[in-house]
């Protein structure tokens, strides 16, 4: 079992629309949780942390944190065409004091105008 | 403020030679992380370093790479005698010197290495 899994996609979604990205972890002791966005050829961007139950939300971008099923997800909401790029859901392991990221592979999104 | 800085941005090498990487942290910043990205994988954790101090190279192959941050300069991540296995992205982050967990990782725009 993969320690971050999620779907590859492609996910395409029409501009105006949610695009809903999903992340399970395998270590139920992890405590921090990253989306990053990563254009082709470029490095991974910041979205969105995540430390605790519940959503948090910034702009059209609302991250879900459920520990118990050991889920996280991302909401963006308003797709835009210059959505279109690789998602990372990283996950911080659990009993580790610094931040050493262990990413998922990646759902690529395409957001068609 | 400069962000992270990576050079060089692409490397060439052919098989046998040795690849240098060369990392500067955003300014303040005193942890740095290594991460590879091999084609068509996810971002894989090599090592995390701060200064004179390698705290965690879990994730380096345990022959031909090496990495290190002196007290002045930039982090090194070296790999001899590189094979065609060894072409990737490389990517480097950094974060404040005070650890938590929550701190934010800034990346740098990463090496992309191709061995022939």
């Known amino acids: 079992q993969k320690e971050v899994e999620q779907n590859s996609g492609p996910l395409s979604v029409p501009e105006g629309a949610i695009a809903s990205l999903n992340c399970t972890y395998s270590?139920?002791?992890?405590?921090?949780f990253f989306w990053y966005r990563q254009y082709s050829g470029k490095s991974p961007e910041l979205i969105m942390s995540?430390?605790?139950?519940g959503d948090k939300e910034d702009g059209r971008f609302t991250a879900q944190l459920n520990k118990a099923s050991q889920y996280v997800s991302l909401l963006i909401r308003d797709s835009q065409p210059s959505d279109s790029a690789t998602y990372l859901c990283?996950?911080?392991?659990?009993?580790?004091?610094?931040?050493?990221?262990?990413f998922g592979q990646g759902t690529i999104l395409t957001v068609h105008p | 403020n400069a962000g992270v800085m990576q050079n060089p941005r692409h490397l060439v090498r052919r098989r046998g030679q040795e690849a240098r990487l060369r990392c500067s942290p955003m300014?303040?910043?005193?942890?740095v992380y290594w991460y590879r990205q091999l084609p068509e994988e996810g971002l894989k954790f090599m090592v995390y370093?701060?200064?004179?101090?390698?705290?965690?190279e879990s994730g380096m192959p345990k022959e031909r790479f090496s990495a290190e941050f002196p007290k002045e300069g930039p982090s090194i991540l070296r790999i001899q005698q590189v094979v065609r296995g060894d072409s990737a992205a490389y990517f480097c982050?950094?974060?404040?010197?005070?650890?938590?967990?929550?701190?934010?990782?800034?990346f740098g725009p990463g090496t992309r290495l191709t061995v022939l």
């Open positions: 995540i430390y605790s139950n």
């Open positions: 982050a950094s974060s404040p010197p005070v650890i938590q967990i929550t701190d934010t990782q800034y």
């Open positions: 990283a996950v911080i392991p659990g009993g580790t004091s610094y931040g050493k990221l262990t």
């Open positions: 370093l701060q200064k004179e101090n390698i705290i965690d």
């Open positions: 300014k303040g910043h005193s942890h």
């Open positions: 270590d139920r002791g992890s405590q921090s």
